[in-house]
């Protein structure tokens, strides 16, 4: 009778290390009908626009949690639902990354390092500067989305650029333009 070298035990194997076995900024080879100097590319770019992606949904939940004032309940559930759909955002990108065969940036302190936009201060700011800086980091990702949809669409790598213009940018732009009106000084009574 054999034994096995691994008797059958409930014990999980703790403290394990993996390999890497893809290196970030590297892709794999697939099946795609895509050059590889066009999925590099477009790994190269989504990964820009998946870390700023990953902060504007971060920079949504913070500033959902320490919305203050008169407009807070309103604003408070408004930037919840955004951030939601960045989260999905999120996760459509790095989808995007992985079928183009490379590696979706996702460690936190990764993405602060390759972001392009900046800190919001640690406190809570007024709330116009919160919906202010949501807006600068929008048109952030936005000017970045049209650019990389643009030069995928001149080579061919259609659904970056769908990833991109139907989803990325008009997610985007829609909520940008919810953003904005909140900034527009009227008053709710004329005396």
């Known amino acids: ?30 099946p795609l009908g895509l050059s590889y100097d066009t999925r590099m ?3 190269r770019r989504l990964n820009k626009v998946l870390a700023d992606t990953q902060i504007l949904y971060s920079l949504y939940k913070k ?9 807070f309940y309103q604003l408070h559930v408004l930037l919840d639902k955004h951030a939601g ?3 999905e955002l999120v996760d459509t990108i790095a989808e995007r990354v992985q079928t183009l065969g490379g590696v979706a940036v996702g460690d936190p302190r990764h993405v602060a390092e390759i972001t392009s936009i900046p800190r919001p201060p640690d406190g809570v700011e007024e709330v116009p500067g919160m919906l202010a800086r949501l807006l600068e980091a929008h048109e952030t990702i936005l000017v970045k989305a ?12 259609d659904g970056t650029n769908d990833v991109l213009v139907s989803q990325v940018i008009r997610t985007g732009e829609l909520q940008a333009w919810f953003l904005a ?4 000084d009227t008053p709710l009574v004329r005396v």
Not at 63 to 71: E, I, K
């Open 1 to 30: 009778m054999t034994t096995s070298p691994n008797p059958v035990s409930s014990q999980p194997w703790l403290h394990q290390k993996g390999k890497v076995i893809q290196e970030f900024a590297t892709v794999k080879q697939l």
């Open 41 to 43: 590319y477009s790994c």
């Open 63 to 71: 500033h959902h949690w320490n919305m203050r004032g008169a407009t």
């Open 85 to 87: 759909e960045q989260l």
């Open 146 to 157: 049209h650019d990389v949809a643009a030069r995928r669409a001149e080579l061919g790598d």
């Open 181 to 184: 009106e909140l900034l527009v």
